[in-house]
C-alpha cells in the first residue's frame, strides 16, 4: 500500500504560478512512477504529467508542455508539479497518482494508488 497526500492548491490569477507536492508515505517510494491528473467539473480525469521512478524519463500532455514541470525527491518521498503560467483552463482537481513499475505509466495506465485531490483554481 502507498499512501498519498497532495498539497499547494489554491487560487490564483491567470499567468500566476502554484507547486503542488504529494508526499508518499508506505511502500518503497521507488518502486513506483508516479503521475499527476486533473479533473475539472463535468470532465473526464485528464492525465497531465508522469515521472519514472529515476526522474530519468518524464511525459506531459500537450497541453501542459512548457508551462508544467514534474519532478520527485526520492529522499523525501515526494512529487512535486510546478505549474507556471496558468490559465483558466487548468482549473480542476489534481489528483496524484502511483503506478508499479513495468506499467504504462507515460500513458496514464497502470496507477492503483490515488491521493485525495487538491483544488486548483485560475482566475481570468
Known amino acids: 500500500q502507498v499512501q498519498l497526500v497532495e498539497s499547494g492548491g489554491g487560487l490564483v490569477q491567470a499567468g500566476g504560478s502554484l507547486r503542488l507536492s504529494c508526499a508518499a508515505s508506505?511502500?518503497?517510494?521507488?518502486?513506483?512512477?508516479m503521475g499527476w491528473f486533473r479533473q475539472a467539473p463535468g470532465k473526464e480525469r485528464e492525465f497531465v504529467a508522469g515521472?519514472?521512478?529515476?526522474?530519468?524519463?518524464?511525459y506531459y500532455v500537450g497541453s501542459v508542455k512548457g508551462r508544467f514541470t514534474i519532478s520527485r525527491d526520492n529522499a523525501k518521498n515526494t512529487v512535486y508539479l510546478q505549474m507556471n503560467s496558468l490559465k483558466p483552463e487548468d482549473t480542476a482537481v489534481y489528483y496524484c497518482?502511483?503506478?508499479?513499475?513495468?506499467?504504462?505509466?507515460?500513458?496514464?495506465?497502470?496507477?492503483?494508488?490515488w491521493g485525495q485531490g487538491t483544488q486548483v483554481t485560475v482566475s481570468s
Open positions: 497518482a502511483a503506478a508499479r513499475r513495468g506499467t504504462s505509466w507515460y500513458k496514464g495506465l497502470g496507477y492503483d494508488y
Open positions: 508506505g511502500r518503497t517510494f521507488t518502486s513506483y512512477a
Open positions: 515521472i519514472s521512478w529515476s526522474a530519468s524519463t518524464t
